[in-house]
């Protein structure tokens, strides 16, 4: 039975927007990064609202601005970022779940608190998936990115009906600044003198962060000697020659060379996805946890 699609017209879609789902578990061993959303925790909730799997395509946004039209009814969710939301130039005040009529125009304003915000549609959106996943990445994916004009599709034969108390998406699990880190697999190769500094300093986000990894603004002595190339992941805190610390993030490589002074949580690296520049952070260490 051949599918019905709807399709949403990008009228206005603004730079760093993206399809992303859970990113792809195949591809490491060509060096193909994991991709995925940035904010599993926002994601996986709009998600979740909307019945759809875990691994639904939504669209990432990481700067306001877009204008997106539906040809046909259907459910959005929105999860992330607190923007200014509005539909046919009405605004919205809780966009958990919204039902989109017939050429209804989604538009999203200023983002008041948070980087990153996600747009969900029942059923998640139909396209193409490269070893796995449909999340897109330079040289992967055609497009590797959205622009003004695109037309995305999405299932159209849906019935499910609006929830008529909507759970209310609340930001303050990611506003603290203290995030989650675990040891990295390096870290016993600091002084004691670098890792109290590590988790006794505030550390500020950078401008120069991106899908590949977020960089901190203060620099960290580093005497060791250069490492052979290792695995890294999403997380990875690496400590460069320079002293600068970069945390590698959902489109980062597979391998590196620099010592992998810590690691992020699964929490803490959705919790730094919507830090924005400027902002500070502090790790706090957890204990790993060993066989008994």
Known sequence: MSLNLGKAQLLRCPLGTSLQDEGRVLGANYGIPRSGAMDLHAYHWANHLLQNSNDAVALEMVQPGLKIKFEEPCLVSLAGAVAVVSVNQSPISN?????????????????????????????GFQVEKYLGSGSDFVSITTPSKRSTGDTLYYLSNQTKTVLQAKPKWTTDWFEPEVIRTYPGPDWELLSPTQQSQLLNQAFHISNLSNRMGIQLDELVVNELEDLPTNPVFPGTVQLTPSGKMIILMRDAGVTGGYPRILH?????????????????????????????
């Not at 958990?96 to 009529?101: E, K, P, Q, R, V």
């Not at 959705?270 to 066989?291: H, N």
């Open 95 to 123: 966009p958990s779940i919204i039902a989109m009529g017939s050429d209804d125009i989604l538009e999203i304003g200023k983002f008041h608190n948070g980087a990153r915000l996600y747009l969900c549609i029942e059923g």
């Open 264 to 292: 992020l949580s699964e929490d803490g690296q959705s919790q730094l996805a919507q830090k924005k520049v400027g902002d500070p952070i502090r790790f706090q260490l957890m204990e790993t946890i060993t066989a008994g």
